[in-house]
Every structure is written in structure tokens, then in C-alpha cells.
């Protein structure tokens, strides 16, 4: 009898925590990661919640907790930086390669950040932590070539109908554009994600980014005036999203792996270190396709960006400053040609504020006591 009724306790105490996991998934998927959808048409968060977690790295609680008293103040981390795109002669395909006049430098996104990246790597191995680069080369991660994706390419145009050279031509070149594309943008994130989740297996993976804003449509172009900064973490689906197998199978392993809670005290301790070091403001979305998370950083967003997406581990994005505004492009004018004349870098140079930032952004989340 006495044992029925334990049981029975036990049983009731199982299903309130069940319950409790349940309507929490619920509450994430409502405030983080499908805001602006109808996600009870996709998911079902007591399916959800029967997934264990699984994951081999390590919060930020575990790397502090076990360092002991005289080791440096990042010891115990295993972190990868991973300099967003590719730059030199893919920078003009990746839509990341302008200047305003021909004697300025060129701005390419993907050797600014490889640049920030390498500055940050050195000071956080100084610090004590391990560093992995998802790449140190302005050349493609992803082994396969344009080529190889042409297959795939040629299936999403239909074939000329046609048969003038002219017509013939212009299927071909859209073909090659295609995978170009698909070589260097898609599938050189789909090889990054592998690398990091097959081989580097961070405790987390931080993706440098510098931003850009639209252009207007005055000719000459013109320089913006806004200029700011954000961080971006997984979430965020809209319906159509939600509507691929795919998708939902990543949505599921990130809001169960462990990874979540990291990327919001990760995001938020980078978002507040980007806005102390370059004193932007905070960047702001409008659309359906980002969304901020309540009780953290003004600087923190979630958005379903293929690498966040596709990484297991916690992961971050930082887009400081606007590469295409008054105040931030002179800056990385003035970064550009101190180091193409081999001069001291200036304390205020752009790129060495961003690396600086990274490294504090580290500090704020994993860092111990200053020794
Ligand atoms: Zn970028």
C-alpha cells in the first residue's frame, strides 16, 4: 500500500517535470527561436522534449570552475574563430569588395575579419586559451570547386529554348554563376559547419563579420550615416523555414544539445564588450526575420543564419560598424594604408578595437580573475 502510493508520488513528480520541460520548449520556441510563426503547425514540444542532450563541450560554469588558482585567465578553452567569407579574388563573387575611388584601398569583408582574427588568436593563446582558425588564407575551406557543383547549378534553370549562341551563352554563364556561388558561399559554410562539428569540436565558435548597409539609390553612391553593432545567435525561424525537414531537424538538436543558454550568456557578454570597445549603438531589424531576446543586451539578436544553424556547439556572430558608412569606412581607409606602408598601427585602428573586443567579450564569459 505505503509502496503504491510512492510510486504514485514518484510518477507525479516525473510528469510535473516533464510538464515543466514541456511548456519551458514552448516558451523558447515563442520567444526565441519561431517568434513571428505558428509553430504548433510544425512542432510538438513534448516530442521535443524526449530528446536527450548531447554535446562535447563545455559551458563557461565548468571551464571556470575547474581552473585552478594561478593558471591564465582563459586556460581550459578551447574556442574557434571562424573569419566570416574568403576575400581575395572570390571577395568580387561574394558581393563583399568595393571602394569609393580608385585611389582608395579595396574593402574586402573576408581579409579584414581573417586580420581581426589572426590579432585576436595570438592574444587569447597569450591568455591561455586553445584557438582553432577555420581558416588563415584568403583562399576556400570547402575542397570541392565550382565544377562540382555544376550539376546541381543546371538544375535550376531550365534549358534554353532556343538554340541561337547567344541563348546558349547566357544559360551557361547563369549556370557558372550559380556554382560558383554554390561552391564558395553555401557549400563552403555547409564544409565550415563540418569542420567544426566533426573535427575542431570547440567549447564555442565565434564568426567575425564586419557589416554593410544597403546602398541608396543616389548615383554617385554615397556613404551612409548610420553606423552600429550587433551580435547574432540561432533562432528566429519564419514558417517557410519551419516547413523544411531539414530545418526542423537543426531547430530541434540546437533547442536540445545544451547550446542555447550558452549563446544567450555568450552573445550577451560579446554584445557588451563590441558596444563598449567602438561605442556604436545597437543595430536595429524591422522585419519578421530577427527577433531581440528579452533581459539581455540591446546588441543581442537571434536570426536562422545557415552556419549558426548548421554548428552544434554554441555559437556567435558579431557584426560590428557599417564597412559602408562616414565614420566607419575612413577608419578601415586608414587601417588599409598604414599596413600597405608597413607603419605602426595607431591605437585606434579599427581592426585592432574589433580584436580587442573579442578578447574581452571572451574574458567577460570565460575569463577568470586578472593575475
Ligand atoms: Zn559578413
Known amino acids: 500500500m505505503y509502496r503504491s502510493r510512492w510510486s504514485c508520488a514518484f510518477f507525479l513528480l516525473i510528469g510535473h517535470l516533464a510538464c515543466a520541460e514541456v511548456t519551458s520548449i514552448a516558451a523558447e520556441l515563442s520567444a526565441r527561436y519561431s517568434p513571428f510563426a505558428d509553430w504548433a503547425s510544425f512542432l510538438d514540444p513534448a516530442a521535443i522534449a524526449k530528446n536527450q542532450p548531447t554535446g562535447w563541450w563545455q559551458s563557461p560554469e565548468i571551464i571556470k570552475g575547474a581552473r585552478s588558482e594561478g593558471k591564465l585567465r582563459l586556460s581550459g578553452l578551447h574556442i574557434a574563430l571562424e573569419p566570416g567569407h574568403i576575400g581575395g579574388a572570390w571577395a568580387e563573387w561574394e558581393g563583399r569588395n568595393f571602394r569609393m575611388a580608385e585611389d582608395d584601398y579595396w574593402v574586402r569583408e573576408g581579409e579584414l575579419v581573417l586580420e581581426v582574427a589572426l590579432r585576436a588568436a595570438a592574444i587569447l593563446e597569450r591568455l591561455g586559451a586553445e584557438v582553432s582558425l577555420l581558416r588563415t588564407s584568403s583562399h576556400p575551406v570547402n575542397p570541392k570547386k565550382p565544377a562540382d557543383y555544376w550539376d546541381a547549378a543546371a538544375k535550376e534553370f531550365a534549358a534554353p529554348s532556343q538554340v541561337s549562341l547567344s541563348a546558349q551563352f547566357s544559360h551557361a554563364l547563369a549556370v557558372r554563376d550559380q556554382a560558383i556561388r554554390m561552391a564558395i558561399i553555401t557549400g563552403e559554410l555547409a564544409e565550415r559547419a563540418r569542420l567544426v562539428n566533426e573535427s575542431i569540436r570547440p567549447d564555442a565558435l565565434i564568426s567575425l563579420h564586419i557589416n554593410a548597409a544597403p546602398w541608396s ?19 528566429c525561424l519564419l514558417a517557410s523555414e519551419l516547413a523544411v525537414t531539414r530545418q526542423r531537424e537543426r531547430l530541434i538538436e540546437k533547442m536540445t544539445n545544451g547550446s542555447g543558454p550558452i549563446e544567450v550568456y555568450l552573445g550577451d557578454a560579446m554584445g557588451e564588450a563590441l558596444a563598449d570597445a567602438t561605442g556604436l549603438p545597437p543595430s536595429d531589424y524591422s522585419g519578421d526575420n530577427a527577433v531581440r531576446l528579452e533581459g539581455t543586451s540591446a546588441y543581442l539578436w537571434a536570426r536562422n543564419l545557415m552556419l549558426l544553424r548548421l554548428v552544434d556547439c554554441p555559437a556567435v556572430m558579431l557584426e560590428p560598424y557599417i564597412a559602408n558608412s562616414r565614420t566607419s569606412y575612413p577608419r578601415i581607409q586608414e587601417a588599409l594604408r598604414a599596413r600597405a606602408h608597413h607603419e605602426p598601427l595607431p591605437e585606434e585602428d579599427i581592426l585592432i578595437e574589433y580584436a580587442d573586443a573579442v578578447v574581452q567579450g571572451l574574458l567577460r564569459a570565460y575569463g577568470g580573475e586578472p593575475r
Open 217 to 235: 539609390e543616389v548615383q554617385p553612391r554615397q556613404l551612409v550615416d548610420s553606423d552600429h553593432a550587433h551580435v547574432l545567435i540561432f533562432g
